[in-house]
Structure formats: structure tokens, C-alpha cells
């Protein structure tokens, strides 16, 4: 019966942690959590760890308003990465927020805040 439970635990931690590595994780964004960007537009690059589907994959670019505004993904060559130019920026806070699918139908997203400066 010690056995069995033993292996059930075992069994429990191999699932999720195999969950866990399937979804995207940033691993280097442009701009960086809580950059200050000069002008009134930047070059906006997220790295992932691992392959995503840039179809179905978006970012939302939150201005100071709290309006949000879709930004189109420019071609990439490589599939980790997405890419974008945020234009029209004014002085404040903003929000990059990100969505993506992985390859086996993990959706991941998260934020990313930065300054603008003139």
C-alpha cells in the first residue's frame, strides 16, 4: 500500500510539472518590465522558450487612457519570437500585454510595463 501511494505521488509530481514546462515563458522582451522608451515609437520584441504559433498569437499595446490598441505582428524568422512597432507614443505608463499558443494548445500571456519619455 506504501508502494502504491509512493508511485501515485510520483505519478501526480511527473504530470504537472510536464504541464508546467508546456507553456511559453518570456525570455527576453523589447522593451524590458518597466523599460523608459525615448520617442514617440519602439521596436517591441518578445522571446520565448520555445516554439509558438504566431497565428494565433497577439499583443495588445495599453496606453495611458486605458484604451487598448492591437498591434500588427511584423513577419518573424524565427518561432520563438514576436514582433511588433508600437507608434503614436506619448509621454506616460503603458502596458504591453502579450498572448500566445504553443504547439500542444498551451495558451500563455502576461504584461509587460513600460515608460515613454520624450
Known sequence: MKLLRSFCALAFLVAASGGALAHAIV???????????????????????????????????????????????????????????ATGLTPGHYRLHWQTLSPDGHISQGDIPFDVSR
Do not use: Q
Not at 38 to 54: H, L, M, Q, Y
Open 27 to 85: 525570455l527576453s522582451s523589447s522593451p524590458r518590465a518597466d523599460d523608459l522608451v525615448k520617442g514617440a515609437e519602439t521596436a517591441v520584441e518578445i522571446r520565448f522558450n520555445s516554439r509558438i504559433d504566431a497565428g494565433r498569437s497577439y499583443l495588445k499595446l495599453f496606453k495611458i487612457d486605458g484604451d487598448a490598441v492591437a498591434l500588427p505582428l511584423a513577419d518573424s524568422s524565427s518561432e520563438d519570437t514576436l514582433k511588433a512597432r
